[in-house]
């Protein structure tokens, strides 16, 4: 069993910077996508940014210019820096890692972010 772990998350200020952390137990484990949600309070959870194990990097139309998502294959993490925040961007975020074959997917147990006014 692969668990992903999140850290980095917390409080900041609107405008402020935080930057996410995922890291996976198993570094031998070769994941596709990696990539993060979020969930606002009372809202659906939606996809923030995800990118290929080759490199490729989508964004939600919200983030982007203001997020960047970066991973590091050798050490299985992925990274979400995160910049001018704001209180939309408030919710918890939670980073996943696709495998296509065996296809699975794995899913860390969320990191709080709260921007304040």
């Known amino acids: 069993q692969v668990y992903l772990v999140e850290s980095g998350g917390g409080l900041v200020q609107f405008g402020g910077s935080l930057t996410l952390v995922c890291t996976a137990s198993?570094?031998?484990?070769?994941?596709?996508?990696m990539g993060w949600h979020r969930q606002a309070p009372g809202k659906r959870r939606e996809s923030v940014a995800n990118?290929?194990?080759?490199?490729?990097?989508n964004y939600a139309d919200s983030v982007k210019g203001r997020f960047t998502i970066s991973r590091d294959n050798a050490l299985n993490t992925v990274s979400l820096e995160m910049n001018n925040l704001n209180p939309e961007d408030t919710g918890i975020y939670f980073c996943?890692?696709?495998?296509?074959?065996?296809?699975?997917?794995?899913w860390g147990q969320g990191t709080q972010v709260t921007v304040s006014p």
């Open positions: 990118m290929s194990r080759g490199g490729m990097r």
């Open positions: 198993d570094r031998n484990v070769k994941f596709d996508n």
């Open positions: 996943y890692a696709d495998r296509w074959a065996p296809e699975s997917q794995y």
